[in-house]
């Protein structure tokens, strides 16, 4: 329990009760809170509650008592007991009588009829929604993902970014909350000067404004290119610097040749975008604060925050220093008189979260960044920046949401064999290739044409999702190996494996409610769930924690919570399969209520792989 602290105290503090890793679904908690609250002195000792650790100790333990009685020099079974008294009438509805267990644990078990009812009608909500009903207090929730950059090559780091920032939005939006999905791609800065210039010599009708979009070719090369001439010739590198002066003046030329540049980006990541199926992302790149950076490093010199040293402009956050010790500046104008990165997420911040009339500001209640670890500084310091100086309100909740590097099987830099960076289009396609491959050689004999018509689309669905549930099943703060063989495996956590797993659910339904074969399956309606073997009871303890799981999300906004959700749904259902036939129950009701079972677990499957931006297939 003691490590468990520790743990806690290290976690970032999202101002939430703390519940421990989570916890009964939030009426429940707040149940428990109230209970713990009414108490003097507990109501300083929040009732720490946690899933049961082994599943014969019952579905959640109050783990509150150790820690109050080191606190209150009390007898920690003492404390267990009062906890317990107080706790009793407040869930007496859903849980069984609460038990003291060990040193002052106070476990607690679903009464078999709460899980029934709510299985039933998990089963029986035709929305989808599983009966989970939408947030009372909905949030303005802006989500920046993607963010790649413009003339430059979008790498495994923005694959992660989109993957992982689609999936926050999609939970965030079926919670109930309005979401707004940014891409806040990098099209401004001095680089674009040198490319302006480039243009001008290889590319000269790029620089007159035209509804034609001009061929670039291969960015990354053009790219290259105007960077090695601006290394090289000295000529240029003064043409380059001029190019940025004028485009920032909004010089109809370099201005043509900058939105030439955004469209064919924007083509390329429009590619990848209609692969991942990502929805609904708007973007407002860089350019879009421009017009807001002067008023923004005003207003810091004005409130005496940003000071002059070197000729550039800074300002020092507390806590933050140099190895040596000497305090670490954040630049927020060059001493060029250029903005930079911290300068527009500083305008950013403050268009996010306030409502300014000519900024058009949203309002925001939280505001998440999905980047790589390596930008936490910078997000830190800029948080900070942004609180001290107003730009966003006390109440508004910034975070950075961080992921670590995509590395190769072995470990080391992902790249090709021969050591180039990988296209990220390459490596989309490679993955529905060996999906496809896989899927055609299982289902050579099958003599069922209108399957075999579908694959290449059931292709595409099963090695998308095999990229994107690889990247969402780990620990987003780890790094990640990249690796086809495991991401396709049809054993253990993956896309196939659960994939089969919904198909297989739906072969059952299927037959047990007597439907043709290749017919669209239609979902019977929920029964009386009977309960006749252990297993049963196993899988509605699983199935009820789903909003627990989607509260936990919600809050901590790591995505594997929802695979390894999946994972312990998909095995609870198979071992209870394996004990309890549908087809050859012994009744006609154990047989409904087997099919209603069923029913609960397809829809819990199918909602968390939509939430994970993987479509299902009801036949694989
Ligand atoms: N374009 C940046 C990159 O490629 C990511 C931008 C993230 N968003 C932000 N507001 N800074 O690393």
């Known amino acids: ?14 101002g939430d009760v703390d519940s421990g890793s989570l916890v009964i679904d939030a009426e429940q908690t707040q149940l428990l809170e109230q209970a713990s609250a009414q108490a003097q002195p507990f109501s300083k000792h929040q009732a720490m509650v946690t899933p049961a650790t082994r599943s014969d100790f019952g579905d959640f333990q109050v783990n509150a008592a150790m820690g109050l009685a080191q606190a209150l020099q009390l007898n920690p079974r003492e404390c267990a007991q009062q906890i317990m008294t107080r706790l009793r009438p407040k869930i007496a509805d859903v849980m069984e009588e609460p038990e003291i267990a060990g040193p002052g644990f106070v476990n607690l078990r679903f009464k078999t009829d709460y899980l029934t009812a709510t299985v039933a009608a998990m089963a029986n909500d035709a929305s989808g929604r599983l009966a989970l009903p939408a947030v009372a207090q909905k949030q303005k929730i802006v989500v920046d993902f993607s963010s790649p950059n413009i003339a430059k090559e979008m790498h495994v780091g923005h694959l992660r970014s989109t993957i992982i920032g689609d999936t926050l939005c999609r939970v965030l939006e079926f919670v109930g909350h309005d979401v707004v999905r940014l891409n806040h791609v990098g099209d401004w800065g001095t680089q674009f000067g040198m490319l302006v210039e480039h243009l001008r010599d290889e590319f000269p009708e790029a620089l007159q404004p035209s509804q ?22 000295d000529e240029f590198k003064v043409r380059a610097r001029e190019g940025v002066v004028k485009l920032q003046a909004g010089q109809p030329e370099e201005l043509a040749a900058w939105e030439t540049l955004c469209a064919a980006s924007r083509v390329e990541f429009e590619k990848i975008y209609r692969m991942l199926n990502i929805q609904g992302l708007q973007e407002r790149g860089e350019s879009f604060y421009n017009p807001y950076l002067k008023d923004v490093v ?13 000729g550039a402009t800074v300002i020092y956050i507390d806590g933050y220093t140099n190895r040596d010790g000497s305090p670490l500046p954040m630049i927020v104008q060059k001493s060029d008189g250029g903005f930079n990165y911290a300068t527009t997420d ?3 911040i403050r268009q996010r979260t306030l409502l300014l009339s000519d900024e058009g500001g949203e309002q925001a209640d939280r505001v998440l960044y999905v980047t790589d670890a390596g930008q936490s500084q910078h997000f830190e310091m800029v948080f900070q920046a942004a609180k001290q100086a107003g730009f966003a309100p006390t109440h508004a909740r910034l975070e950075h949401v961080p992921f670590g590097l995509v590395q190769g ?14 296209k990220l289009k390459d490596l989309l396609h490679e993955a529905v290739k060996r999906a496809g491959h896989d899927l055609r050689s299982r289902n050579a004999a099958t003599a069922n044409v209108a399957y075999l018509e579908q694959i290449d689309r059931i292709a595409h669905i099963v090695g998308i999702g095999a990229v994107k549930y690889a990247d969402l099943s780990m620990n987003r703060e780890s790094n990640y190996r990249f690796s086809y063989d495991r991401m396709l495996s049809l054993n253990g956590n993956t896309a196939p494996y659960m994939l089969y797993s919904y198909a ?14 290749d017919a669209v399956l239609e979902w019977p309606s929920s029964a009386d769930i009977v309960i006749s073997h252990e297993t049963e009871l196993e899988l509605m303890r699983n199935l009820v924690r789903l909003p627990d799981v989607i509260a936990e999300v919600e809050r901590d906004l790591y995505p594997h919570k929802i695979c390894d959700y999946l994972f312990e749904t998909s095995q609870k259902f198979n071992q209870f399969y394996e004990h309890c036939s549908v087809n050859q129950a012994e009744t006609p009701e154990l047989k409904a209520s087997r099919l209603t079972l069923c029913v609960a677990t397809a829809g819990t499957l199918r909602l968390l792989l939509n939430l994970l931006g993987i479509e299902v297939v009801e036949r694989l």
Not at 212 to 233: I, T
Not at 409 to 420: H, I, L, P, V, Y
Not at 504 to 517: E, Y
């Open 1 to 14: 329990w003691q490590k468990n602290q520790k743990k806690k105290k290290n976690k970032k503090d999202t």
């Open 212 to 233: 034609n979009p001009v061929d670039l070719g291969d960015l990354v090369v053009l790219y290259k290119a105007a960077k090695k001439r601006f290394d090289e010739d």
């Open 298 to 310: 005003d207003e810091l010199k004005a409130k005496g925050m940003a000071v002059e040293s070197d």
């Open 346 to 348: 500083l305008a950013a």
């Open 409 to 422: 099987e072995d470990g080391k830099k992902f790249a090709t064999r021969s050591g180039e960076t990988v």
């Open 504 to 517: 297989r659910i739906c072969g059952i339904v299927r037959k047990g409610s007597g439907q043709a074969d």
